[in-house]
């Protein structure tokens, strides 16, 4: 993603994610996102009982041992997470910490004006959603306007549709993505009782995996493929307005917006060129600029 538009990176990770995996995700996330991402620990990771119940039957069969102790994490994980999407205010209580941590950075960041992205994953769209939930039962109607205004959110793998009016959201889901869908249905009984933000927007790729990498690795295809997510439209001038959008806020990496670029004068020809000039004339659109082959194919395409 473009830093054009300066952001504060957050992650939040799923069920059962260690300090290591969390490290690794958050370099994943830095990736992605071009900046610094600083890790929210969503911690499910640790079973003191557990690991206690468990110590003498690893000692003999340490792999039997680990996969029983890998099922209560994810088991432990899923319950908070279920529970969290019944109410808000028992969602904090279930993860004191990482919505305590989120809460904490809105609240410092947002009320100064200043931009935060917060990407999460699975169930720590849930924690996310629950943390902004109970910060604006906290803020005052002004307050929480400048969070409406200051906050981002980028999910993978959650088909978490309760969120704070106004608060920007997009959810990346694979359509094979079980969990997302087990999470989607969850979320659809409770929203005549939760709120759903305006600003949300759902886009799909086909894939099956929950995997937090795959959705990395192919992250550009949610906003290529199909045609039709290019603009929510099959229409070139909506097309180049999108495209122009996103870079202007720097939604996605500058290699991303490339390709986007690339194929939305693969799809729509004259009309996506001619205005994606009219909006950047020079191919220069903050920070971001289109490079010297694309810009030539683009005045090419535009006539």
């Not at 071009?34 to 690893?58: C, F, H, I, Q, R």
């Not at 019944?86 to 004191?96: A, D, F």
């Not at 990482?98 to 004006?113: F, N, Y």
């Amino acid at each position: 993603m473009s830093n054009s538009t300066p952001y504060t990176n957050f992650y939040v990770n799923g069920v059962g994610a260690t300090c290591p995996g969390l490290s690794r995700s958050v370099k994943g996330m830095a990736n992605l996102s071009g900046g610094t991402v600083y890790g929210v620990l969503n911690d499910t990771a640790e079973l003191p009982v557990a690991s206690t119940l468990l110590a003498p039957l690893g000692a003999i069969f340490p792999t039997f041992a680990k996969g029983i102790k890998r099922t209560l994490q994810v088991a432990e994980g899923v319950t908070k997470g279920f529970f969290g999407m019944l109410s808000s205010s028992m969602g904090r209580h279930l993860e004191k910490d990482a919505v305590t941590a989120i809460m904490s950075a809105v609240r410092e960041k947002a009320l100064r004006g200043e931009k935060i992205r917060l990407f999460c994953h699975s169930q720590g769209s849930i924690v996310t959603s629950n943390a902004l939930e109970e910060l604006r039962k906290e803020l005052s109607p002004e307050q929480w306007s400048l969070v409406e205004k200051n906050v981002e959110v980028i999910s993978f793998g959650a088909r978490n549709y309760q969120w704070p009016d106004a608060i920007r959201v997009t959810l990346n889901v694979h359509r094979g993505d079980f969990p997302a869908f087990a999470m989607g249905l969850v979320s659809s009984i409770m929203r005549p009782f939760r709120r759903r933000s305006s600003e949300m927007r759902v886009v799909n790729r086909w894939g099956i995996s929950h995997a937090l990498g795959q959705y990395l690795e192919h992250h550009h295809e949610f906003e290529v493929l199909p045609p039709s997510r290019l603009a929510g439209t099959p229409n070139g001038e909506n097309a180049a307005s999108k495209v122009y959008n996103s870079i202007r806020d720097g939604r996605l990496a500058d290699s991303t917006h490339i390709k986007m670029i690339d194929a939305a004068i693969d799809l729509y020809g004259k009309k996506f060129s001619a205005e994606f000039l009219r909006f950047a004339p020079k191919g220069e659109i903050g920070r971001f600029h289109v490079v010297p082959e694309q810009l030539e194919r683009l005045r090419l395409s535009a006539g």
